[in-house]
């Protein structure tokens, strides 16, 4: 461009030869728009890619994270609150199943609890947590791990409230740290890692008192009612063997703005309810949201920073109209209704195969841990901001002849030069 300029302004230079190297600058301005454009296109909305990696030997995992969510009460327990409840002996069994449609049930059963309401609806719906609290319960189980030793923490789910074990996100959502109604960060949580050299690492649970539905999971993760579940039924052996699928970014994908590389950190939350971010907490608050647009209340296992309405009978038979919507987070169209961006860092857990068999000594649950996936996925940056810098350079380098140095020229030209000649012209 400078070139041309040049030709443009010299005094020697006729009009027609002006007007044409006008013609040629505009000309030349034309491609270097268009290629500058998609190198730009290119360097923010396509600057990754996913890659594969085969050096299983060198990798450490996370041992996947485990929710064991119970499906049945310490019946002492709960003679124990219905009494307090001025609950009648003769309706404690319908006590009891009113309890389990509410702390158990989801979208799609929620209208049966209209049978109960004539009863227990005077209960407030605020104590709903509480109860559900008090209620779970797995039982004086012995956690078993390789290399691992460690307890479970009990935390609140779409399933009510639950045991987890190896979770940076579960401690958000344990009842002591909902009580302080904040969000503020905690210290990231331990995780129990393993390795190709560790032999068969297990997780086991034993005398569990109570059928247990079991979820497994990445660290990074929480469970959601769109989970896939496997019940452990009282009085058996069940065995699980699982394995995991990775996906890692490194470190320089923070350099990207989120809208460059399509997904969000744990630390990078936008979420309301949350200081830690993941794709099933972004699909939680999508249902929050929607709950309170829809029926005006807040389900009891749902955070409730602002004081919100909590669903009573009548609010949770309101949800269950909306069924599919809540639980599938799509319209009638079938259009999306919530917008997340998948996890940058991600385990997708498989469970190969399951066995169960009776067992006298009461219920024990065994995952094992199966190394068969010698590849996982990493981002990669395949274009960073010095390839669009370096593109970008040789565009205009091809159409204008430009350099840094003509740049320089031109803001000089254009503004110590004009100003000094000014200057020298009123003097």
Not at 153 to 167: D, L
Not at 221 to 226: R, V
Not at 293 to 311: A, E, Q, T, V
Not at 318 to 339: F, K, V
């Amino acid at each position: 461009m400078a070139h041309g300029f040049v030709q443009v302004v010299r005094r020697d230079r006729t009009p027609f030869e002006r007007f044409f190297w006008i013609l040629v600058i505009v000309a030349a301005c034309v491609p270097c728009i268009l290629f500058a454009g998609v190198a730009w296109t290119h360097f923010w909305h396509h600057p990754t890619v996913i890659t594969l990696e085969r050096d299983h030997w060198n990798w450490v995992t996370a041992f996947p994270s485990i929710t064991a969510c119970p499906v049945s009460f310490k019946m002492d327990t709960l003679a124990e609150i219905a009494e307090n409840k001025t609950v009648p002996t003769a309706k404690l069994e319908l006590f009891s199943e009113f309890l389990q449609d509410l702390f158990y049930g989801n979208y799609s059963t929620y209208g049966n609890l209209e049978k109960y309401k004539e009863d227990f609806d005077d209960i407030p719906p605020e104590m709903y947590i509480d109860l559900n609290y008090q209620l779970c319960y797995l039982g004086d189980t012995e956690q078993e791990f390789i290399s691992f030793d460690r307890n479970m923490t009990k935390i609140m789910t779409e399933y009510g409230f639950c045991y987890n074990y190896n979770s940076e996100i579960a401690p958000y959502f344990s009842y002591e740290y909902w009580k302080h109604n904040h969000l503020h960060k905690l210290p990231t949580a331990r995780i129990d890692y393993i390795t190709p050299a560790l032999e068969s690492p297990m997780f086991k649970l034993n005398s569990i008192d109570a059928n247990v539905m079991f979820f497994m999971h990445g660290k990074n993760e929480l469970i959601d009612l769109m989970s896939k579940r496997f019940l452990v039924e009282g009085m058996k052996f069940t065995v699980l063997e699982v394995n995991s699928q990775s996906t890692w970014s490194p470190k320089s994908m923070r350099n990207l703005h989120i809208s460059q590389r399509h997904c969000r950190f744990i630390d990078e939350s936008n979420l309301k309810y949350s200081p830690v971010y993941s794709t099933k907490l972004c699909k939680i608050e999508c249902r929050i949201e929607m709950a309170l647009r829809l029926c005006k209340c807040l389900p009891f296992y749902y955070r409730n920073l602002h004081g919100s309405k909590i669903c009573g009978i009548d609010g949770m038979m309101c949800l269950s109209q909306h069924d599919d919507q809540m639980i599938r987070l799509r319209d009638g169209d079938g259009n999306n209704l919530c917008q997340c961006e998948p996890n940058c860092n991600e385990d997708i857990v498989t469970v190969l195969a399951g066995d169960s068999k009776d067992w006298i000594f009461g219920c024990v649950a065994q995952i094992i841990y199966i190394f068969n996936i010698p590849v996982r996925y990493r981002r990669s940056i395949i274009y960073s901001l010095t390839d669009l810098l370096v593109q970008i350079g040789g565009i205009t380098g091809l159409c204008f002849g430009l350099s840094v140095l003509s740049v320089m020229e031109v803001i000089y030209f254009l503004t110590l030069r004009f100003y000094w000649a000014v200057i020298r012209d009123r003097s």
